[in-house]
């Protein structure tokens, strides 16, 4: 982590990325890697969350600081080309209404989903979640996954311990399918600054360490 602040290219404060390349075949759904892990530092940056819920489910949203909810009104929103926000959470009986909204949604990694928790009767719980610094993950089609784990203003411990967390969560997310070496290879970097590479061997006996 030290060095991945020092090599940086300005003094700017950057996000501090982690990329992952892993042993799946993610063509296959049984090698498919996804999940959710709250840092416990947060990213340094409060996500926008928009809530499509109603009655007291939209109160509660408000109450936990969603930044936008509705439920036909806002869906009407979306399908307009409102797209102001990083996170959608929906309450079970509006994926009725979400559901029309994977084609503008699904590209944009913004649909709601039960393993996410961003299809939950606790929207209070989730909003609340996602502003603290929840963040979720998903292999991409080339067998990567990258997230934000910090800032650069963080000092060592505070991104060390968020870069603990996401492994573990990454390495608990492990299909049974997956053969072989799980973390193929791994780099954390500054936004605009050079990767650094990870020793491998150190992460996968990251979490007997625990």
């Known amino acids: 982590m030290a060095l991945v602040r020092d090599v940086k290219y300005t003094k700017f404060d950057e996000s501090v990325d982690i990329a992952m390349l892993l042993g799946v075949d993610p063509k296959h759904a049984d090698q498919m890697v996804r999940g959710t892990v709250v840092l416990p ?25 969603a930044d936008h909810v509705g439920a036909e009104d806002l869906v009407a929103k979306i399908t307009e080309g409102f797209l102001d926000f990083e996170a959608l959470v929906a309450t079970p009986d ?9 084609k503008v949604l699904g590209p944009k990694g913004l649909m709601p989903n039960p393993k996410a928790g961003t299809v939950t ?5 989730a909003v609340k979640e ?43 997310a492990r299909p049974p ?12 970097s500054s936004t605009m600054g050079p990767g650094v590479t990870i020793d491998t061997a150190s992460l996968e006996a990251l979490e007997a360490r625990k």
């Open 41 to 65: 530092h947060g990213t340094g940056k409060s996500k926008r969350v928009a809530v499509i819920a109603s009655g007291d489910k939209a109160k509660e949203a408000q109450d936990a600081g």
């Open 94 to 102: 509006m994926m009725r209404l979400v559901g029309k909204l994977g």
């Open 121 to 125: 009767m606790d929207v209070g719980k």
């Open 130 to 172: 996602i502003k603290a610094g929840k963040v979720e993950f998903r292999v991409d089609k080339t067998s990567i996954i990258h997230a934000s784990i910090g800032k650069t203003s963080f000092d060592h411990a505070r991104l060390e311990e968020n870069a603990a967390a996401f492994i573990r969560a990454v390495q608990r």
């Open 177 to 188: 399918a997956a053969k072989g070496k799980y973390f193929r290879t791994v780099s954390i």
